[in-house]
């Protein structure tokens, strides 16, 4: 009987200190996980990801106004070339989609919009590719392109590729500027260093001619 309860006891004995070694461990997964979890949702809403996500966005549409620019281009041929009699404006989508990586996605949608005659859905969606107002007007430009006469095509058409230029032109100039003030901050703050230096060996100066005629 006494060997039995030993058994048992000694049984019980193991199972604890087994639960016991177990249990830490598991403990230590669960804190190490909710610690991924925090710091990965304290850096997804942090500020400096959101600084980074919109400027990656705007870098990505400045990449599709200039593509844009040159679709422009292309239509301007077509429209030269009397193509623009013959083509519908579903055939002319597809075609720019051709020479644009960052905006094929959204001339394709465009052409499937039309195709189920969701001209507003059309227009949305090159407008939510670009986010600024001059984008309604493009669209309209592809949606009214069977509308439109081609001399009305061309100008508008030139109108778009010099808004695109100067939009472009401003951000280089803008970005130019950044850099000059750029290279220049170093030279203010060489000057301010010695202008510091020689204030505080003029004062140093004087205040030991103080002391040297007080002693």
């Keep these: 009987m006494s060997c039995?309860?030993?058994?048992?006891t000694y049984a019980v004995f193991w199972l604890g200190y087994f639960l016991a070694v177990r249990k830490e461990p598991f403990h230590l997964m669960e804190?190490?996980?909710?610690?991924?979890?925090?710091?990965?949702?304290?850096?997804?809403?942090?500020r400096i990801r959101k600084q980074l996500a919109g400027f990656a966005e705007k870098r990505r549409r400045e990449l599709r106004e200039r593509e844009?620019?040159?679709?422009l281009a292309y239509v301007q041929n077509v429209i030269t070339l009397g193509r623009d009699r013959s083509m519908s404006r579903e055939l002319l989508?597809?075609?720019v989609a051709e020479i644009s990586d960052s905006l094929q996605n959204t001339f394709w949608e465009m052409a499937h919009r039309l195709r189920l005659c969701e001209v507003e859905a059309a227009e949305e969606v090159f407008y939510c590719a670009f986010g600024k107002d001059?984008?309604?007007d493009v669209a309209k430009l592809f949606t009214e392109w069977e509308r439109i006469t081609p001399k009305e095509l061309l100008s508008t058409v030139?109108?778009?590729?010099?808004?695109?230029?100067?939009?472009?032109?401003?951000?280089?100039?803008?970005?130019?500027?950044?850099?000059?003030d750029l290279a220049y901050f170093p030279v203010v703050v060489n000057a301010?260093?010695?202008?510091?230096?020689?204030?505080?060996?003029?004062?140093?100066?004087?205040?030991?001619?103080?002391?040297?005629?007080?002693?």
């Design 4 to 8: 039995k309860i030993l058994a048992f």
């Design 31 to 46: 804190r190490g996980l909710r610690y991924k979890q925090t710091v990965t949702r304290r850096i997804t809403g942090s």
């Design 68 to 71: 844009l620019s040159e679709c």
């Design 93 to 95: 989508l597809e075609e």
């Design 134 to 136: 001059f984008a309604w």
């Design 158 to 180: 030139e109108a778009y590729r010099n808004l695109l230029l100067q939009r472009r032109r401003t951000r280089q100039k803008r970005r130019d500027e950044w850099i000059s």
């Design 192 to 215: 301010m260093v010695v202008l510091l230096n020689f204030i505080y060996v003029a004062y140093f100066i004087e205040q030991r001619n103080l002391l040297m005629g007080i002693l």
